[in-house]
């Protein structure tokens, strides 16, 4: 009986393919800590705008999240409590990129080994098959 390598070569080249579909999902969430980022820095910058403006500085509570406690609660000067809330936000950043880019790595490693065990381990079976 002839045994049809092509499509066996073909599925091993479709587990590694999953891979490669993994790394471009990933690609989109990568830059999720950045576009929340300027988000954040540009609703700092409105706050700016608006000035010590407590009914304006509340209409903007939900979209600075956890900046809100520093940024509208605050007793500093409104300038001062807005560059303590970037620095926040600046570290959060740093360690979200971080921990962002770690968890896609392992991904991208863990799919690739289970797909290159499982496609040989078809590969061995079809070699075993008379």
Sequence with gaps: MKRNTGTWMAFLAMTFAVVGLVGLFGSYAAPIPLERAMARDATLDEVLATGDNKPALEALRDRLDDSAAVVID???PLAERVAT????????????????GKNLRLMII????VAALFGLIILGAVGRSP
């Design 85 to 100: 809330a970037r620095a926040a936000m600046h570290t959060a950043l740093l360690h979200e990129s971080e921990a962002s």
């Design 74 to 76: 605050g007793t500093a």
């Design 110 to 113: 863990v799919v690739t080994l």
